[in-house]
Every structure is written in C-alpha cells, then in structure tokens.
T-cell receptor, first 112, second 115 residues
Framework: GDSVTQMEGPVTLSEEAFLTINCTYT??????LFWYVQYPGEGLQLLLK?????DKGSNKGFEATYRKETTSFHLEKGSVQVSDSAVYFC???????????FGEGTQLTVNP | GAGVSQSPSNKVTEKGKDVELRCDPI?????LYWYRQSLGQGLEFLIY????????KSGLPSDRFSAERTGGSVSTLTIQRTQQEDSAVYLC?????????????FGSGTRLTVV
C-alpha cells in the first residue's frame, strides 16, 4: 500500500538557518502530496500541496517540489524563525479517494 | 463554529472501560474523518463519512471501535473495552467535500490515556 517516510527528528536549528525536511513516498499511482504543520496546542494545518509531478507548492516561505523520479517531496525554507517551531507532517492522497496517508512527523525547534 | 471542535481534550480511562469521543465539524462540511496518532508514529486513518453515503470503515483497527455521524453533523467515536494500546491522540477533520481540492480542517484532538 501507499506509505510516506520522513527524516527522523527532532531537528534543532538556530534562527535564520536553512531548513530541509526530507520526505519520500511509495504509491502505485500518481498521488497528490502535502505538508501539514502542527503548532503547539493547535490542530493540523495545511502548509502546502502539489498535485502533479514537477509542481512546486509554497506558503509562508516554505517550498516543496513534487519529484516523481525520486518519489520525493522535501520541505525547505531559506531562513527559519522561532515561530516555525512545530511538528511537520508529509502526506499523500490516493488518486482514487480522499484519505490522507501521513508520515511520522518531524519535530522542529528553532532557537533564537 | 469557526473550527472543528473535539471533546474532551483529554481523557484518562481504566482498561476495560468504554469511551466516547466527540467531534463537531465545521458547519456545512459534508466530509468527516477520524485519525489516530500514537506516540512516535504518524497519523493512522480510522474512518471517513461523506454525506449520506455508507462510511469507509476500513481503517478501524478492531471491532471494539465504532463511529457514527448523526444528522450529517456531529460524530462520535466509541471504543469499547479499552486496552492500553488504544492510548493515542484521536484527531477529527472535516472538509467541504470529498475532493482533496477542498482541503481538511483538523480539530485539536482528544488525548486518550488508558491505565
């Protein structure tokens, strides 16, 4: 079945550092790909998405490009802020339904 | 309401007892999902309701788990004879429609601890 693998956390960075969180997936078809973020004490929020190969999703300075050849959707940000501290989840959606399959999540802590 | 509301936010129960978890979706959202997040793991799909269609129960881990959605709005997830492995955060999400283009809105979850 479909699966998502994220880089293990936790990740700790200093403010203004470059961020990469790796995500790779396994799917039989051509899924849509997502990054969700969970800030402390809050629910999951959609951060960005891409629905086909070579699409780039972007939001709040974060970017991720749908790479079919490497089955990856790595999350990047050029300069992180303390307010970016959260848990980040990579997810995919089956082409024939609306269920999301999530990775295990990566805890990011940004220190001032 | 303005968002997806879940109650209670925390629940501690004794092994063997039944529990009910509640989800109030955003008004007008026809699709409702339950997920479970166990410690150190990702989110596990449990069940999906879409309008008046039969729910997709394929993610329920055992027959001790059931869910209903009354009047196309509020949903209750029931766990009978709870076990310690049921301890997790149970998340509810709703969506305007079945298509992923609408996106999901998640609640803050119910943290269940079985002792």
């Amino acid at each position: 079945g479909d699966s998502v693998t994220q880089m293990e956390g936790p990740v700790t960075l200093s403010e203004e550092a470059f961020l990469t969180i790796n995500c790779t997936y396994t799917a039989t078809g051509y899924p849509s790909l997502f990054w969700y973020v969970q800030y402390p004490g809050e629910g999951l929020q959609l951060l960005l998405k891409a629905t086909k190969a070579d699409d780039k999703g972007s939001n709040k300075g974060f970017e991720a490009t749908y790479r079919k050849e490497t089955t990856s959707f790595h999350l990047e940000k050029g300069s992180v802020q303390v307010s970016d501290s959260a848990v980040y989840f990579c997810a995919l959606a089956e082409t024939s339904g609306s269920r999301l399959t999530f990775g295990e999540g990566t805890q990011l802590t940004v220190n001032p | 309401g303005a968002g997806v509301s879940q109650s209670p936010s925390n629940k501690v129960t004794e092994k063997g007892k039944d529990v009910e978890l509640r989800c109030d979706p955003i008004s007008g959202h026809t699709a409702l999902y339950w997920y479970r997040q166990s410690l150190g793991q990702g989110l596990e799909f449990l069940i999906y309701f879409q309008g008046n269609s039969a729910p997709d129960k394929s993610g329920l881990p055992s027959d001790r788990f059931s869910a209903e959605r009354t009047g196309g709005s509020v949903s209750t997830l029931t766990i009978q004879r709870t076990q310690q492995e049921d301890s997790a955060v149970y998340l509810c999400a709703s969506s305007l429609g079945a298509s992923l283009n609408y996106g999901y809105t998640f609640g803050s979850g119910t943290r269940l601890t079985v002792v």
